[in-house]
């Protein structure tokens, strides 16, 4: 019967949007035979185990940890080292201990120093989410087609890497191995930047002394409301993640704001050659991303109501 | 029979995205006995004809609009000037000319003094899109529930600007009457800046030395992704919007570096409260947009696969 399963006993510290979606894609699949949870908040422990994603849940991250094959900590980055030391004198022998942070250089740094002679830690990182968090917001298919970022660190045992590999897979992700240093500068320009942007232009949205707070809303189709989304992500998450991440962030950031420096002098200037080649560059970039599966075709999102999806190529 | 049009005959000149929708949305709704229209390339005339949403095709612009009641000019801004000066002989008298460009301080600057006496100009701007364009993009539900923005100036004749927004709102429209100079303000940070930073953010990602493309396209759905539809609009557009609302979009794009500037000094510096703060604040607006009816409220804008949408609220 235990063949049926990839481990016995799995343990999933923070039962937010990640921790959640992993616990119904470990059910699902039927990856553990027993899922014990932990988060720090009572009612979100009582509503993990009302939804069903988790067989248990305990009071502290060391009792969930305990016995497991796999512990998975889903928490905002800040919070890894501390859970890290709390469990450390209560991981089994062989066990896998692994991460979903968005960073990984800083997660060695501050998780590796606890790890017991024995347990197998490797980084991870599944590329997946929504704008929503909590309990409530996880769903089984979330890593359906997603990759999921696997970080080992130099000496780690390869069954283990295999294992952890095959899990994610199993959860429905693909997976890739890569440098912890070249992860955290790839996700600063593909997730990171991205997010701070979008935090940032709806901040300057909304600090207009010219433009109401109403007129932002109800114009909002026009543009603005894609980047409001990635601004509705949770703050906690996202500050761990800058506060993790500097110096690729920092080095990203250089690089837009000196780009958009060029940009705003074509305008000032009137350069519209200058303008048409950078706005005819970006568009195929879209194009490659629809055919990677890494996003719908569906014109807008897919979000307009009952529109039948035209057929053909443009020719204007 | 005549009183259920609106019109006997409209014009649509520029058979895109926006013309091509409009021209599906007024034959639903039986807005016209006869759609007059003109694109520059034949291929597209030919295409409009073939889709049916006009009923009849011109070689030139001024064929189109003769003896038209209502001409509705949607080409990119900067054609507008040309277009009237072609037209201005042609237009009855009593007829409404309008336009759908996103600036309107520079259209009635281009377009007013070809307006000939007794025609009633009055500039307007649905706001509707997708990043698609050409004839087979349009659809008849692109304006519903979405404002219109009409800007006439001192003088018009009320009743034809009555008629105008009456039949915005046959084409499924919310209609708002606005003055220019605030409407480009207004689109200047709900739109402009918006599609301004996506196009330079992917632009950015392009030039990096360090980070494939192909990586870059792999990961693309933490984040980056929900840039590159706004950055797959069309770039002739985008280009004359940046040239003809230029002191706008500078002052938008002044503000956003400012702020961006200091978000970055936050990031170097390590001060988590100013980040939370920012990240806190910017989540509220996502939520007046979704119950403005202005987005949809289903996570990662609805395109999850199989996903059943989560009832209740968040207590991680």
């Given at each position: ?264 002098r074509a305008i000032r200037w009137g350069d519209g050659d200058k303008l048409f080649d950078l706005f005819t ?33 443009q020719d204007q």
């Amino acid at each position: 019967m235990s063949g049926a399963f990839h481990f016995e006993r799995v343990a999933i510290v923070g039962l937010g949007l990640i921790g959640g979606s992993l616990g119904h894609a470990v059910k699902r699949a039927g990856l553990a035979r027993h899922i014990a949870g932990h988060a720090r908040s009572e009612a979100t422990r009582k509503r993990a185990l009302e939804i069903g994603f988790v067989d248990s849940v305990h009071e502290s991250a060391a009792e969930a940890a305990k016995d497991a094959d796999l512990v998975v900590v889903c928490t905002p980055v800040g919070a890894l080292g501390p859970v890290a030391a709390e469990i450390e004198p209560h991981l089994k022998k062989g066990a896998i201990l692994t991460d979903v942070g968005s960073v990984k250089l800083a997660v060695i740094r501050d998780m590796g120093p606890h790890v017991p002679e024995g347990v197998h830690f490797i980084p991870g990182h599944p590329i997946a989410g929504t704008e929503e968090s909590g309990p409530d917001a996880g769903f089984a298919e979330l890593f359906e087609g997603r990759w999921c970022i696997l970080t080992p660190v130099p000496g780690t045992d390869q069954a283990a890497v295999d294992k952890l590999n095959a899990f994610w897979t199993a959860c429905g992700s693909k997976v890739d191995v890569m440098e912890p240093k070249h992860h955290d500068l790839v996700l600063a320009i593909v997730s990171h930047l991205p997010h701070i942007i979008a935090y940032n232009i709806v901040g300057t949205a909304s600090d207009l002394e010219t433009v109401t707070q109403s007129e932002v809303i109800k114009y909002s189709a026009s543009g603005f409301r894609d980047f409001t989304r990635l601004a509705a992500s949770d703050p906690t998450m996202w500050r761990d993640i800058c506060l993790n991440n500097k110096e690729p962030i920092l080095e990203m950031l250089g690089r837009f704001s000196e780009d958009l420096t060029a940009l705003q002098r074509a305008i000032r200037w009137g350069d519209g050659d200058k303008l048409f080649d950078l706005f005819t560059r970006t568009r195929a970039i879209r194009r490659s991303i629809v055919d990677a599966g890494q996003d719908i075709a569906a014109p807008n999102f897919g979000r307009n109501p009952t529109h039948a999806q035209p057929g053909g190529k443009q020719d204007q």
